[in-house]
């Protein structure tokens, strides 16, 4: 997905007729806005383990290196709400909703470490963005 693209598109079935007149109502793209990421406060050393470990237990679904398809949420898009639940999550609070659960499968301290993780993938994507942002002005 690229970043320009960050919409949600909605979704629309057409049915046409012939000589029929009507035109379709303006589409609604709506911007995803990039919540501002926390500080990072894991060491820079601890980070390419860190990325390892997303990598190895997330990626699959969530995207490599943190950058999500678009049909399995992006975690570089995390809101506060949803960062104060990372690690109910993680563990298994969605588990009936396709997001399993790690409990026994990783330490709290590797929770921690995946969500230091997603916090740099956030602040590299808001350069990006304000990068982009002043290319195109
Ligand atoms: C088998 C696929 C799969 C794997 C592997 C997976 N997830 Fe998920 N994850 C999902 C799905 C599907 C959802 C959406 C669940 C829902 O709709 O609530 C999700 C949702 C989430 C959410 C909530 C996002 C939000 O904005 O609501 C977090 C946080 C999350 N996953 C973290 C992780 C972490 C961290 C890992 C690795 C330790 C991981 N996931 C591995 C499938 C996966």
Redesign the pocket.
């Known amino acids: 997905m690229s970043l320009a693209a960050k919409v949600r598109p909605p979704a629309r079935i057409l049915v046409y007729k012939r000589g029929a007149t009507a035109k379709l109502p303006p589409p609604q793209w709506k911007p995803v806005h990039l919540p501002p990421p926390p500080p990072i406060t894991l060491e820079a050393d601890k980070m390419p383990m860190a990325r390892a ?2 990598n190895g ?6 995207g490599l290196n943190a950058v999500s398809g678009g ?5 570089r ?3 506060p709400e ?2 104060v ?2 690690p109910s ?2 563990f298994g609070a ?1 588990a009936e ?4 659960s ?1 409990l026994g ?2 330490t709290v301290d590797q ?1 921690w470490m ?2 230091q993780y ?1 916090v740099k993938r956030a602040h590299d994507l808001k350069g990006e963005l304000e990068t982009a942002e002043k290319v195109r002005l």
């Open positions: 470990l997303y237990y997330c990626a699959n679904c969530h049909v399995v949420p992006d975690l898009y995390l809101t949803t960062r639940r990372f999550i993680v969605r909703r396709g997001m399993p790690f499968a990783m929770m995946i969500h997603l």
